[in-house]
């Protein structure tokens, strides 16, 4: 557009001129031949009076007159689109210096190989800045760099410091009472190792700060000493035998946001009477509370789905008188010789139980089966002298081996239609002396007392 408008200037200048010099062959002024000096005075003279008349007025001639006008109304649109073009281009200028200073914020700046509309219209395109490759060189090696954890020693501690955290591996002090620290060398202890206080010959209480999150395997194993341990809020996760064989352990809280119970987490605990459950717990592992003879749970949490194997086997204190309304799974002898239950209620949520599961449970004395299990599993309930009668849900199809021998005080059952299959001794020792069964059922001379009336449906 700034080449139109030289060009309609230049034409301008052009055209004017020739109209200038027609005007003056018109006049004679060019072109006329010599004459006298007499004549050529009076003509000047003449000439020059009417000029000067001319300008005396303000006007031009027509012709001359109307050429300006005529270059005045192109002059205005050519500067207009010559304004526009300019303020178009510094526009463009502008958007370039902004995409190159900001092109890192942005989308991703162009290289060499980069696909652009406009590669060919600017060079930039093809030339690469040694700063910026440079400063893109040391990002890249500063966000990929990891720092190493390092191990170190105090003189209570072994641990290893990490860039954001801290995980104490061992105490190697011999205090008897410990607060352990929330924070070493700056940073949060937030990770308790596996055997990081196992095997104490001096603790006796033991208090973990609220960063702690994790506790590791057997950290306070075979702790002989220790009666007290304060669990932190923050606590989620408790790893397998963590006070396995604590025998002095005498009370725990575990606090919400713990799910799981691990393996042998209590187990032969011996000493432990208190113990209060988070409301957030789902499983119990396998000898989680074996053989805490002492421990007095009155209630089992709300949230708990599966009691696995030997998981409160010999707990003949736990008198519990709550059941969860969610419990799916009892694992083999997960109740075994706990004497004190007098209530058993099993959910309509209940899938599976396994052998054993509330074997000489002497004080049930009330037990309730809800719709929804098939299998009463071999010596589930046997030597369960206390229950006095038992009325099985529909959902019952099977009743396996001595799930009732020697439940001496069962003077009244009743099997619902659907139960296909009684196994052998399954109420052996029991007190009833008539039963009904469905005619297809399947059923040993010995699955009921000696002596029993059978009537089918």
């Not at 270059?71 to 958007?95: L, W």
């Not at 053989?291 to 707990?315: D, Q």
């Not at 209530?343 to 004080?363: D, H, K, Y």
Request: glycine fraction near 8%; charged fraction near 25%.
């Amino acid at each position: 557009m700034e080449k139109l408008f030289w060009g309609m200037v230049g034409g301008c200048t052009v055209a004017f001129a020739i109209l200038l010099g027609m005007y003056l062959n018109k006049t004679g002024v060019i072109g006329a031949e010599p004459e006298t000096s007499t004549e050529i005075v009076s003509e000047i003279e003449t000439e020059t009076e009417t000029e000067g008349e001319m300008l005396a007025e303000g006007e031009l001639p027509s012709d001359i007159q109307s050429f300006i006008e005529d270059s005045q109304d192109n002059y205005a649109p050519a500067m207009k689109v010559f304004e526009d073009e300019s303020s178009a281009a510094a526009s463009r200028e502008a958007a370039e210096v902004q995409r190159t200073t900001t092109g890192t914020s942005g989308s991703d700046p162009k290289t060499n190989g980069s696909v652009d509309g406009d590669r060919n219209g600017s060079h930039d395109y093809f030339l690469e800045d040694p700063a910026e490759e440079e400063s893109e060189s040391e990002s890249e090696e500063s966000s990929t760099e990891v720092v190493k954890p390092e191990e170190k020693k105090t003189s209570e501690y072994e641990y290893t410091l990490y860039q954001d955290h801290v995980v104490l591996k061992k105490y190697v002090g011999s205090a008897a009472t410990l607060d352990v620290p929330d924070t070493i060398d700056g940073q949060p202890v937030t990770e308790i190792s596996d055997s990081a206080f196992a095997s104490s010959k001096t603790l006796v209480r033991v208090s973990l700060p609220d960063t702690v999150e994790k506790l590791g395997k057997n950290v306070f194993k075979s702790s002989e000493l220790l009666v007290d341990v304060t669990l932190p809020d923050r606590l989620t996760e408790m790893g397998e035998g963590v006070f396995d064989s604590c025998t002095k352990l005498a009370r725990i809280t575990i606090p919400d946001g713990v799910t799981r119970i691990g393996k042998k987490a209590f187990n032969e605990c011996t000493n432990l009477k208190t113990v209060k459950l988070s409301n957030d717990i789902e499983t119990i592992e396998e000898q989680a509370f074996n053989n805490c003879g002492r421990m007095e749970m009155t209630k089992l949490p709300s949230s708990l789905r599966r009691v696995e194997k030997e998981a409160f086997t010999g707990c003949v204190a736990m008198a519990l008188t709550k059941w969860p309304n969610e419990l799916e799974f009892i694992g083999e002898s997960a109740f075994e010789g706990c004497t004190a239950i007098e209530n058993v209620r099993l959910p309509g949520t209940m899938q599976t139980m396994i052998e054993n599961a509330f074997m000489g449970c002497t004080g049930i004395k009330t037990l309730e089966i809800r719709s929804g299990i098939e299998a009463i599993p071999e010596a589930a309930f046997s030597g369960c002298t206390g229950i006095t009668e038992v009325t099985f849900p529909k959902s019952v199809i099977s009743i396996g081996d001595s799930a009732f021998t020697g439940c001496t005080a069962l003077a009244n059952v009743s099997i619902p239609k659907n139960t296909l299959s009684i196994g052998s001794s399954a109420f052996a020792g029991a007190v009833f002396k008539e039963v009904t069964v469905n005619s297809k059922c399947s059923y040993q001379t010995n699955s009921f007392p000696e002596g029993t009336k059978i009537e089918n449906y």
